[in-house]
C-alpha cells in the first residue's frame, strides 16, 4: 500500500530542451557538463541527413533513409520532429522514456520547432535556449568552423534569426560567452530544478506517512 504510493511519487529523471542557434556551441557545453555530471544522457536522435565525417551511427545520430524515418513517425516512435534545413531530424521516444524511468536526466538538444512539441507534450520539461554573446560573434564561429560555403552559412544564420525570435518561449536563456560560465549556468539550471522536486518528494513522503499514522491511530 505504501508502497504504491512511493511508486507514484518516485522521482524521474528530468527531461531538458536545448536549443540554440548553429554555431552556438550547445554541443560543447553539453558534451562537457555531460563528462562532468555522469547522471545526465544525451538522447541520440535520428536524422535523414547524411553523416559528416567522424560522425558515427547510433552515437551522433541514428541515420536513417525518408523512408523509415516516415514509418517511424507514422508507427508513433517518435517524439517529436521537425524539417530543418532540407531534413527531417526526430527524437526517439522510447530511449527517453526508458531513460527517465531508470533515474537519468535525458537532454535533447534539438532545433526550437521540435521544443515547442516537446513544451506541450511533457510540461514537466525544462526548457533552455543557447545565445550567443552578439550576432557578429555567432556569424565569426560559424565561419570558424570553415566547413560550408557562403551560401550555407547564410542559410544558417537566416534559421538563426527565426530561432532567436522564439528564445522567450524558453524557461532559461544562457548567454555562450565562455564555455565555462554556460556550464556553470546549465549545472545551476538542471540541479536547481532537481532540488525543488527532491524537496515536493520528501514533503509528499512525509505528508503520506502522517496520512497513514492517523488513519491507523483511528481504525485502532
Ligand atoms: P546538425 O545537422 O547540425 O547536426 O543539426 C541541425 C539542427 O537539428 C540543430 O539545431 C539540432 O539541434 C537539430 N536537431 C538535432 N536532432 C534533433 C531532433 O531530434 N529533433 C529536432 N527537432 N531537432 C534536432
Not at 186 to 215: D, P, W
Request: hydrophobic fraction near 35%; charge should be negative; aromatic fraction near 10%.
Amino acid at each position: 500500500m505504501r508502497q504504491d504510493y512511493y511508486d507514484k511519487i518516485a522521482p524521474r529523471g528530468q527531461l531538458i530542451v536545448v536549443s540554440g542557434p548553429s554555431g552556438v556551441g550547445k554541443r560543447t557545453v553539453l558534451r562537457k557538463y555531460m563528462a562532468e555530471h555522469p547522471r545526465a544522457c544525451h538522447s541520440v536522435s535520428a536524422t535523414t541527413r547524411d553523416p559528416r565525417p567522424n560522425e558515427v551511427d547510433g552515437v551522433d545520430y541514428f541515420f536513417l533513409s525518408f523512408e523509415e524515418f516516415d514509418r517511424q513517425i507514422r508507427t508513433n516512435q517518435m517524439l517529436e520532429y521537425a524539417y530543418y534545413n532540407h531534413h527531417c531530424y526526430g527524437t526517439p521516444k522510447k530511449g527517453v522514456e526508458d531513460a527517465r524511468a531508470a533515474g537519468r536526466n535525458v537532454i535533447l538538444e534539438i532545433e526550437v520547432n521540435g521544443a515547442m512539441q516537446v513544451k506541450k507534450l511533457c510540461p514537466d520539461a525544462t526548457l533552455v535556449f543557447i545565445m550567443p554573446p552578439s550576432w557578429k560573434e555567432l556569424e565569426r564561429r560559424l565561419r570558424e568552423r570553415n566547413t560550408e560555403t557562403e551560401e550555407a552559412i547564410q542559410e544558417r544564420l537566416e534559421i538563426a534569426k527565426e530561432e532567436i525570435a522564439m528564445a522567450d518561449q524558453y524557461d532559461y536563456i544562457i548567454v555562450n560567452d565562455t564555455v565555462e560560465k554556460a556550464i556553470s549556468r546549465f549545472a545551476q539550471i538542471v540541479h536547481g530544478h532537481r532540488y525543488s522536486i527532491n524537496c515536493m518528494t520528501e514533503f509528499l513522503k512525509t505528508y503520506i506517512e502522517g496520512e497513514i499514522h492517523a488513519q491507523e491511530r483511528l481504525a485502532y
